[in-house]
């Protein structure tokens, strides 16, 4: 199993440009999230999903949309990047309903520079 | 969720126990507290939860006092790659497991 991926790594963006960051788990696990993680600070979530077809808000969703057309994918687009969305991004899944214990598994993170 | 406290960085010597505290006094019965650990620049990695009873895995023992209001990780024998932020959080699985990491406390681990 692969676990968590992310794509890409790593991507450097001028202001304005649009992006989409691809996550894939192959865990089969209902629920996915994206965070981002900015110099020094813990890690604040952006929108999540509980399942295929669904998604909901975070702590810091605005410049930020995402989709979750089916249950192994989870994506992540900024439409309009702005030097402030400058981060590394992580992914993670877990299990949902009564197999829900809380444990995140987590992909290695995408870093997004915004000039 | 209820909040944590952390001590911002910590050290400890090889091959000792690591013994890293976590404040939690407004933990509600149904949150539980789990730990997980960031080495460097990579994904953060579970280590272990609980939710009264103190409990114990191949990575990590977790101690909760009786009042549920502070929690302690212990590392029993650590080595240079448990050198990471380890962050204590409080969370209802109810909540969709919507974990809320704070910034955690700065292990080192030394010779």
């Known amino acids: 199993n692969a676990g968590v991926t992310q794509t890409p790594k790593f991507r450097v963006l001028k202001t304005g440009q649009s992006m989409t960051l691809l996550c894939a788990q192959d865990?089969?696990?209902?629920?996915m999230y994206w965070y981002r993680q900015d110099p020094g600070m813990g890690l604040r979530l952006i929108h999540y999903s509980v399942g295929e077809g669904t998604t909901a808000k975070g702590e810091v969703p605005d410049g930020y949309n995402v989709s979750r057309l089916k249950k192994q994918n989870f994506l992540l687009g900024l439409e309009s990047a702005a030097p402030s969305q400058t981060s590394v991004y992580f992914c993670a899944s877990t299990d949902g309903g009564d197999r829900n214990t809380g444990e995140l598994f987590f992909g290695e993170g995408s870093r997004l520079t915004v000039l | 969720d209820a909040k944590t406290t952390q001590p911002t960085s910590m050290d400890c010597a090889e091959g000792r126990a690591a013994n890293l505290p976590c404040n939690h006094s407004?933990?509600?019965?149904?949150?539980?507290v789990y730990w997980y650990r960031q080495i460097h620049s990579q994904g953060p990695q579970y280590i272990i939860h609980?939710?009264?009873n103190n409990e114990t895995n191949e990575m990590a023992s977790l101690i909760i006092t009786e009042d549920r209001k502070s929690s302690t990780l212990i590392l029993p024998h650590a080595t240079l790659r448990d050198t990471a932020v380890y962050y204590c959080i409080v969370s209802n699985t109810g909540t969709a497991s919507k974990l809320t990491f704070g910034t955690g406390t700065r292990l080192q681990v030394t010779l």
């Open positions: 865990m089969n696990h209902e629920y």
């Open positions: 609980g939710l009264k």
């Open positions: 407004t933990i509600s019965g149904n949150e539980y």
